[in-house]
């Protein structure tokens, strides 16, 4: 019989990994703590309309706002793949929901706080607690924490981090960056289309959130200029379907008389450059003997993404990868998590974890793939998220949800203005539907 060992754990973040990973490790037993330092759950999807004192949030001084939503953003993804495998995102009636396959955010953000409720997860969060530093201490980890500027250490079995990864920056380096006149902003900081009225826009990027910002704006501005590394010669030029929108090849050089020179030759002055550039891992309060770094955008050593092999299951971390459906990963990895600190679940030596990472670096190197993308899991997340259904012995991934991922994802290339609104998978719809019946009745 295995011996199950409940853990006092310390979870940093109350956003919807945080939340997930409180579930888990409370149904193996362990005892939760969730710090957050906002007032609320559900991290990202709390839409915050105020930014930030420095419109790039590159300023390490500046009044940190932790959300990047934009008032119009919709999801990315159709409700049924974004939800968590235990409860499912199905649309619910009431004033202020949103029954649409690809709501808005503040439908995910209602269904974080039913999820919160159901599971009732907020009696173990502490609110307005931030915490500063996560230091090891005679086999175990050191939290402080401050609330109302008071300072808390404690000592906890194990640190679960759930704090995100869309709220630091990353600016695109541009020679000349420096004497250009014009106004700059991160999409960290974007919210509405107003303050671009008339303005001549050039928006650097070409990730979900570049593609949905052009199109806001585009509706107030004079002209959008998208600067894009993935242009091909044929894709260049007038946008299909608008009368102010351009894509041109990413930026040159940038000029103290405003003008701003793109690769392809073309040079445009503009009023504003906005980076949709995407953002940095960062974890000011790690304080662990850089047993763990951020090198070049990849954290590591960590065991599938998650343990560093000389701190496990110490220290843990849900949610570093992207182009993925965070949810149900994040869940699974919260699973995995929770099966191993309660020793239910059983890691490989810390040698034989090492030696995985490196093999796992060799793979990227070998194809070609960038130290940045280490966490982009993106075409092998369901091959990820089965081998931790393995580990915990739980079932696979549903195979209406791996298809309608990919369905989602070439409607989205086809139909890149109304993917959210029509769509062609209404069989898989039907699917879902039915493993959702029959997982709550
Ligand atoms: P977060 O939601 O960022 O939560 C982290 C929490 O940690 C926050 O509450 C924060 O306050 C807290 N925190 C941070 N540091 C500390 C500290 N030191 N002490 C205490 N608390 C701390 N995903 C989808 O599935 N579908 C989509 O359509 C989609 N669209 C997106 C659009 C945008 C613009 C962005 C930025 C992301 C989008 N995502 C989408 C991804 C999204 O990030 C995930 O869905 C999910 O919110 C990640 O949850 P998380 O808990 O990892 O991080």
């Given at each position: 019989m295995t011996t199950v060992l409940p853990k006092r754990v310390a979870v940093i973040g109350a956003g919807a990994a945080g939340l997930v990973a409180a579930r888990e490790l409370r149904r193996e037993g362990h005892e939760v703590v969730v710090f957050e330092r906002g007032n609320k759950v559900g991290g990202t999807w709390v839409y915050d309309p105020t930014t930030e004192s420095d419109p790039l949030g590159i300023d390490p001084a500046r009044t940190v706002v932790h959300s990047s939503l934009y008032a119009s953003l919709r999801t990315n993804l159709p409700r049924e793949v974004m939800g968590f495998r235990e409860y499912p995102f199905v649309a619910k009636n009431g004033a202020h929901r949103d029954p649409r396959r690809?709501?808005?955010h503040g439908e995910v953000l209602e269904y974080l706080n039913d999820y919160t409720t159901k599971f009732g997860l907020g009696e173990l969060v502490r609110f307005g607690a931030e915490v500063r530093r996560v230091g090891l201490e005679g086999g175990k980890c050191k939290v402080r924490s401050t609330a109302c500027g008071e300072p808390l250490d404690e000592v906890y079995d194990a640190v679960v981090v759930c704090n995100g990864h869309y709220t630091e920056p990353r600016i695109a380096e541009i020679p000349g960056l420096e004497t250009w006149p014009g106004r700059q902003i991160h999409s960290h900081n974007y919210?509405?289309?107003?303050?671009?009225?008339d303005q001549v826009v050039i928006l650097i990027g070409s990730s979900a959130s570049a593609v949905d910002i052009c199109r806001d704006i585009a509706g107030v501005a004079k002209e959008v200029h998208i600067a894009s590394r993935s242009v091909t010669e044929g894709t260049m030029g007038k946008l299909p379907g608008h009368d102010n929108m351009w894509l041109h090849s990413m930026i040159e050089s940038a000029h103290g008389d405003g003008n701003v020179v793109f690769r392809d030759g073309s040079a445009i002055c503009a009023d504003v450059i906005l980076h949709c550039t995407g953002y940095k891992y960062h974890?000011?309060?790690?304080?662990?003997?850089?047993i763990v770094t951020v090198d070049d955008n990849r954290v590591g050593p960590l065991y599938k993404q998650v343990f560093p092999p000389l701190l496990a299951p110490l220290l843990s971390f849900v949610?570093?990868?992207?182009?993925?459906?965070?949810f149900p990963l994040c869940e699974l990895q919260s699973k995995w998590i929770a099966g191993v600190l309660s020793g239910r679940v059983s890691l490989p030596s810390s040698d034989e974890m090492m030696a995985d990472i490196e093999a796992f670096y060799r793979t990227l190197d070998a194809s070609g793939?960038?130290?940045?993308?280490?966490?982009?899991?993106?075409?092998?997340q369901f091959e990820y998220n089965d081998w931790l259904a393995t580990e915990c012995g739980c079932p696979l991934s549903e195979e209406w949800r791996k298809q309608m991922y990919s369905e989602t994802n070439k409607n989205r290339k086809v139909r890149p203005e109304t993917y959210r609104d029509e769509w062609d998978d209404e069989l898989l719809v039907a699917q879902a539907h039915e493993d959702f019946f029959n997982c709550s009745s």
């Amino acid at each position: 019989m295995t011996t199950v060992l409940p853990k006092r754990v310390a979870v940093i973040g109350a956003g919807a990994a945080g939340l997930v990973a409180a579930r888990e490790l409370r149904r193996e037993g362990h005892e939760v703590v969730v710090f957050e330092r906002g007032n609320k759950v559900g991290g990202t999807w709390v839409y915050d309309p105020t930014t930030e004192s420095d419109p790039l949030g590159i300023d390490p001084a500046r009044t940190v706002v932790h959300s990047s939503l934009y008032a119009s953003l919709r999801t990315n993804l159709p409700r049924e793949v974004m939800g968590f495998r235990e409860y499912p995102f199905v649309a619910k009636n009431g004033a202020h929901r949103d029954p649409r396959r690809f709501p808005g955010h503040g439908e995910v953000l209602e269904y974080l706080n039913d999820y919160t409720t159901k599971f009732g997860l907020g009696e173990l969060v502490r609110f307005g607690a931030e915490v500063r530093r996560v230091g090891l201490e005679g086999g175990k980890c050191k939290v402080r924490s401050t609330a109302c500027g008071e300072p808390l250490d404690e000592v906890y079995d194990a640190v679960v981090v759930c704090n995100g990864h869309y709220t630091e920056p990353r600016i695109a380096e541009i020679p000349g960056l420096e004497t250009w006149p014009g106004r700059q902003i991160h999409s960290h900081n974007y919210r509405v289309p107003e303050p671009f009225r008339d303005q001549v826009v050039i928006l650097i990027g070409s990730s979900a959130s570049a593609v949905d910002i052009c199109r806001d704006i585009a509706g107030v501005a004079k002209e959008v200029h998208i600067a894009s590394r993935s242009v091909t010669e044929g894709t260049m030029g007038k946008l299909p379907g608008h009368d102010n929108m351009w894509l041109h090849s990413m930026i040159e050089s940038a000029h103290g008389d405003g003008n701003v020179v793109f690769r392809d030759g073309s040079a445009i002055c503009a009023d504003v450059i906005l980076h949709c550039t995407g953002y940095k891992y960062h974890f000011a309060f790690l304080d662990v003997n850089d047993i763990v770094t951020v090198d070049d955008n990849r954290v590591g050593p960590l065991y599938k993404q998650v343990f560093p092999p000389l701190l496990a299951p110490l220290l843990s971390f849900v949610g570093l990868p992207w182009k993925v459906g965070p949810f149900p990963l994040c869940e699974l990895q919260s699973k995995w998590i929770a099966g191993v600190l309660s020793g239910r679940v059983s890691l490989p030596s810390s040698d034989e974890m090492m030696a995985d990472i490196e093999a796992f670096y060799r793979t990227l190197d070998a194809s070609g793939i960038p130290k940045h993308y280490t966490h982009n899991v993106g075409d092998s997340q369901f091959e990820y998220n089965d081998w931790l259904a393995t580990e915990c012995g739980c079932p696979l991934s549903e195979e209406w949800r791996k298809q309608m991922y990919s369905e989602t994802n070439k409607n989205r290339k086809v139909r890149p203005e109304t993917y959210r609104d029509e769509w062609d998978d209404e069989l898989l719809v039907a699917q879902a539907h039915e493993d959702f019946f029959n997982c709550s009745s």
